[in-house]
């Protein structure tokens, strides 16, 4: 019965690809990092998004029962990059994902970051 489940609520998924599921889950996504400034009430904020290589496709049960479109992901819970991740660096990040909800959160959907790893350069 609760497959049965499962299955209408990830009937929205995009054949192929599949959807990703929320916090406690965690994910590996691969992309490009980009500084952004966004104006806040206390100056600006500056934060680190991820630029997806690929379309994710997470489901979000507080907004449809189909899966939701990301192509673009604030990175949360990194203190420090390394210092080989510059801007439009190409890396994995691992972690979860959750949806925005606050103020300070600029994309629709956040990634918790617990690993962050430059990817080597192609030639």
């Known amino acids: 019965m ?10 929205g998924c995009v054949h192929g690809y599949g959807c990703l599921l929320e ?18 009430a206390d100056g600006m904020d500056n934060v680190p ?17 189909q899966c939701m479109f990301a192509t673009d992901l604030q990175l949360v819970g990194v203190s420090e990059f390394p210092p080989s991740v510059v801007e439009n660096s190409h890396v994995s990040v691992e972690g979860s994902l959750f ?7 600029y994309t629709r959907f956040l ?8 990817l080597a350069a192609t030639q």
């Open 23 to 40: 916090e406690p889950i965690k994910h590996t996504l691969t992309g490009r990092v980009h500084f952004r400034s966004f104006p806040a």
């Open 2 to 11: 609760s497959f049965l489940g499962v299955l209408v609520a990830l009937a």
């Open 49 to 65: 998004v991820l630029v997806l290589d690929r379309t994710a496709y997470i489901y979000a049960p507080a907004h449809s029962y």
């Open 99 to 105: 949806e925005a909800t606050a103020s300070h959160e």
């Open 111 to 118: 990634m918790n970051v617990t690993l962050l790893l430059p």
